[in-house]
């Protein structure tokens, strides 16, 4: 009779090139992924047809701090925006109620009165530079700190060029 010995230890397997291959893809992918980024066009607020305004949208500012490059300013009619005389505020704004209508907003995307509020202006947030762009513009941010709000607060504020 033949005995078989049945041993519970298993040969160690070589997983050096399987390791390998894990780390070729992984570069390939990260190096497809890093082309595809760079090819991507810019998004800028105003008329993508007048690039020579991007360094001045880039520059922007306010009391407050950056405006950022005009990628996500509202444009704002003349229904949208008025003077007023209060003591820290001398203009209001009619923005969206929510950072996800701000995102619609700024995508083209028509709002409904009732999507929309009256928000205060504060001084610090107006921008004194000239304004290249003619038009009225609006930067809003729907954060407190660090945590996320649904209350619009208006970074900078542009009146248009005929103020």
């Given at each position: ?19 390998s291959a894990c780390y070729l893809i992984v570069r390939c992918m990260l190096a497809i992924g890093l082309m595809l980024t760079m090819n991507l066009p810019s998004s800028y607020g105003h008329d993508a047809m007048h690039p ?112």
């Amino acid at each position: 009779m033949k005995r078989i010995l049945v041993s519970s230890v298993t040969p160690k397997e070589n997983y050096g090139p399987h390791i390998s291959a894990c780390y070729l893809i992984v570069r390939c992918m990260l190096a497809i992924g890093l082309m595809l980024t760079m090819n991507l066009p810019s998004s800028y607020g105003h008329d993508a047809m007048h690039p020579e305004l991007n360094p001045w949208f880039a520059k922007l500012r306010s009391k407050s701090g950056p405006c950022c490059d005009g990628s996500d300013a509202l444009h704002l009619r003349d229904v949208e925006w008025t003077t007023q005389n209060k003591k820290e505020s001398h203009y209001r704004v009619m923005v969206p109620k929510t950072a996800d209508l701000y995102r619609s907003a700024s995508n083209g995307q028509d709002m409904k009165k009732s999507d929309t509020e009256w928000v205060d202006v504060p001084d610090d947030a107006l921008v004194t530079d000239p304004n290249l762009d003619h038009s009225t513009l609006v930067w809003v941010w729907y954060s407190s700190g660090f945590q996320l709000t649904n209350q619009p607060h208006i970074r900078c504020f542009m009146p248009g060029a005929l103020t």
